[in-house]
């Protein structure tokens, strides 16, 4: 016999993954959204690598694995790696590498 189960699923607050509350991009595009996030978690992931001296190591894998869940989605929208890499130096006031 075949039993469902309910699996626990422990749902972290954005402020974890992006150091932000993403509640308050609610009206803007989806994939401004993404980037947000992207940039975001990159910001806050600077923070617990070197301001924190990562203290918090499972926190960091975390937010590692926020960024690169956000770039896929970019890709299954059709952006490249070079487009999203572009856009994010682009935001983030820099000149391609």
Do not use: C, P, W
Request: a neutral charge.
């Amino acid at each position: 016999m075949n039993q469902n189960k309910e699996e626990k699923v422990i749902v972290k607050d954005s402020n974890y993954y992006y150091g932000l509350e993403i509640i308050k991009y609610k009206t803007f595009e989806y994939e401004d959204v993404l980037y947000i996030k992207i940039l975001a978690a990159k910001k806050l992931l600077k923070v617990l690598v070197h301001d924190e001296n990562m203290e918090d190591k499972h926190r960091i894998n975390d937010v590692i694995k926020a960024i690169k869940f956000n770039e896929k989605l970019l890709l299954e929208l059709g952006y490249s790696l070079a487009d999203i890499t572009h856009k994010i130096n682009k935001l983030q006031g820099k000149e391609d590498v």
